[in-house]
Structures are given as C-alpha cells and as structure tokens.
C-alpha cells in the first residue's frame, strides 16, 4: 500500500492564484481530513470528510473548498491564495466506524505552499 | 471542544525513560486520548491512545489517570531518533464528527 500521498510536495503562488492539493489514500479509510501547519506551530484542522459525498468544516476552513467525490481522493482547493495561506498542508486518513474515537489517522508527507 | 495543554519543551539523556505529561480536564467520557508525533520536516505519525486503562505498545506506555484529567507518554529509553515534537489530542467524539484537535506540543530533545 502506498498509504496517503500528497501532490505536489512544493509550490509557489502568486496572490490571487488558485490551485487544487491532491491527496488520494488506498486504505479504503471513509474519514479524511486536512490541516494546515504554520512554522512553529501545531496542525490546524481545515476541512474534513466521513465519506463519499460528505465533507464539513474544522477550525478554519476560511478560503479553502473540498469535494468528495469518491472514498480515494479529496483535493483541497485554494480560490485566490492569500499569503497567509503560506503553510505546510498535510491531509490524513482513518477507519470511521460510528463514534469510535480509537482510530489511527495516518498522515501524508505534506505539501509545503508558498503565497508571494 | 475539550483541549489539552503541554509543557512547551523537554529535554532527555539518551537510553533513559522520559514522561511526557499532558492535561485535559474538560475531557468527556466518550473522548479516547492520541499521541501522535511529528519528528523534522514529516507528518505526523501515530505513538498510541487509549481511553481509560494504561496502555502499552512497541513504541511506548500511555498512563491515564484515575479521572481522566491527565495523562502521560511514557518512553522506556529515548534514542536520539525519538527527538520530535509530541503531540496529546483528545478525538472529539461528542458530536460524532470525529475531529482531531492538536495542540502545540511538547519538542522533545534527547541529549547524546
């Protein structure tokens, strides 16, 4: 298994770009999240998904969108980057079985953005 | 949502046991406790959790206190590759929207 990947491990935008983060998973994990990671700090929940075709907000889903549309993948799309959207990104996944709270999340490598 | 709170920063001497505290008094009943830790420039990468009882596994021991307001990682022997930030998270389960709530964690340093 590939487990979560992330692409692309770089990049760099301009005000007012936007762009899609890839993260697919082949562990058939039903919950799949992302979190931003400004330096020195902790991970910050952005927006995350229970499944196919639902998605909800985390503590600061401001000028990020998601979409999933399938169990594998769940891109996270910046609009019009800003330069404090400048972060490392990391997506995750886990089993979601009821309100277990037991299940270990397994994170990607990371996606380091730069807003110019 | 229920948080936790970490010392900032803790140093180790290689090969000896290190406790890695960490509170959360609001914590519910349903809420199982993480660590996670995230060594240099990767993700983050599961240590162990648990929900009442001590529990142990190949990478470390979790001690929960008798009321659930507290909480320690324990490492038996710190390596140098065990230097990374650690990470205490309540899975916010009241709601059943299974968040993971990070802190900012307590960096580990292990002293050669």
């Known amino acids: 298994n590939a487990g979560v990947t992330q692409t692309p491990k770089f990049q760099v935008l301009k005000t007012g770009q936007s762009m899609t983060l890839q993260c697919a998973q082949d562990m058939n994990h039903e919950y799949m999240s992302w979190y931003r990671q400004d330096p020195g700090m902790g991970l910050r929940l952005i927006h995350y998904s229970v499944g196919a075709g639902i998605t909800d907000q985390g503590e600061v889903p401001n000028g990020y969108n998601v979409s999933r549309s399938t169990t594998e993948d769940f891109p996270l799309r910046l609009l019009s980057a800003a330069p404090s959207q400048t972060s490392v990104y990391f997506c995750a996944s886990s089993y979601s079985t009821g309100t277990s709270g037991a299940n270990e999340q397994f994170f990607g490598p990371g996606t380091r953005l730069t807003v110019l | 949502d229920a948080k936790t709170t970490q010392p900032n920063s803790m140093e180790s001497n290689e090969e000896e046991p290190v406790h890695l505290p960490c509170n959360h008094s609001?914590?519910?009943?349903?809420?199982?406790i993480h660590w996670y830790r995230q060594l240099p420039s990767q993700g983050p990468e599961y240590v162990i959790h648990g929900l009442t009882s001590n529990v142990n596994n190949r990478m470390a021991s979790l001690a929960i206190a008798e009321d659930r307001k507290s909480s320690t990682l324990i490492l038996h022997r710190a390596t140098l590759r065990d230097a990374a930030v650690y990470y205490c998270i309540l899975r916010d389960s009241t709601s059943g929207t299974y968040k993971y709530i990070f802190g900012t964690g307590t960096r580990l340093k292990v002293l050669a």
């Open positions: 609001t914590i519910s009943g349903t809420d199982y």
